[in-house]
């Protein structure tokens, strides 16, 4: 059996040149099933899920390889015989260390990520988001907007009676409008049951509470159409609450403000119908 501070010499160059490549394959356009982040948190939180993925591979990868490295070069059938020995301080102190400092590690970037994610800076606007069964509600406290937005899914599509579309489950009959380059407010809370907003492209994902107002901020760096859907379990119709938000140019954003109030109020909720609870 090797001398363990032969092993630890052997390991922990493989450990630098880790640490070494790791800020390239962190940065790097490894999405691996996340949509494309839009938004400077969603960039963060990519960029540290891709970390902490790469540091749990290299843990793998290392302590599988000095298990099946000890396996197979010291194998009965090759004539070595289990060593007998104990209070070996430099293993002792070594797998007491090394995981603090993996974990240190994982806990700086996991910090300075969430504190950058609580920007408390004076947002340019503000959009409150009521989470209803099965339905979302948004309004604009600025421009005196207010509406709900349900599935658009056809009924045929529901029932399996006609081909499914391409945003199955994830189209609405109002999106959300937001003005890129704009830092947003957002103030969540619920009338009924737990909700969670969610949208990945954003990298925003808060819980709609009954009786709490919660607040998230965002900033969308390009225009487009991002979907998502209420992340928290919340009875029959769960998941037929899709959200749908448009990300649009600020002149775009208010022509749109002025064809939204010309439009009459919004109507209360309407509790869903049908066995399954859809819209």
């Known amino acids: 059996m090797p001398h363990p501070r032969r092993l630890l010499g052997a390991i922990i160059p493989v450990i630098a040149a880790g640490l070494w490549l790791v800020p390239g394959l962190v940065r790097a356009d490894y999405r691996f099933g996340f949509q494309r982040p839009v938004t400077d948190a969603a960039e963060k939180l990519l960029e540290l899920h891709n970390l902490i993925l790469l540091a749990c591979l290299g843990v793998f990868v290392i302590v599988f390889g000095v298990v099946l490295y000890s396996v197979i070069a010291h194998r009965k059938g090759r004539g070595y015989k289990a ?165 649009v140019s600020q002149e775009d954003f208010g022509k749109w403000v002025g064809q939204r109030k010309s439009k009459p109020a919004a109507a209360p909720p309407v509790a869903a119908a049908g066995s399954r609870g859809g819209p």
């Open 83 to 247: 060593a007998r020995f104990h209070d070996n301080l430099v293993l002792e102190i070594a797998w007491a260390a090394i995981p603090f400092v993996i974990v240190i590690g994982m806990a700086v970037p996991s910090t300075m990520t969430l504190l950058g994610l609580s920007d408390a800076g004076g947002p340019d606007m503000t959009v409150k988001i009521t989470g209803y069964q099965w339905k979302w509600k948004y309004e604009y406290p600025e421009y005196d907007i207010g509406f709900f937005s349900s599935l658009a899914t056809p009924r045929a599509q529901l029932d399996n009676q006609a081909a499914k579309g391409a945003h199955y489950l994830l189209e609405v009959d109002n999106a959300v409008v937001l003005p890129v380059d704009r830092k947003i407010r957002i103030v969540l809370t619920a009338a009924d049951v737990i909700h969670s907003w969610w949208v990945p492209a954003l990298g925003v994902k808060q819980d709609a509470v009954p009786g709490f107002i919660v607040e998230t901020r965002v900033r969308i760096d390009e225009p487009g159409t991002y979907r998502g859907q209420c992340a928290e379990l919340c009875g029959l119709g769960h998941g037929y609450m899709p959200i749908v938000v448009e990300a």
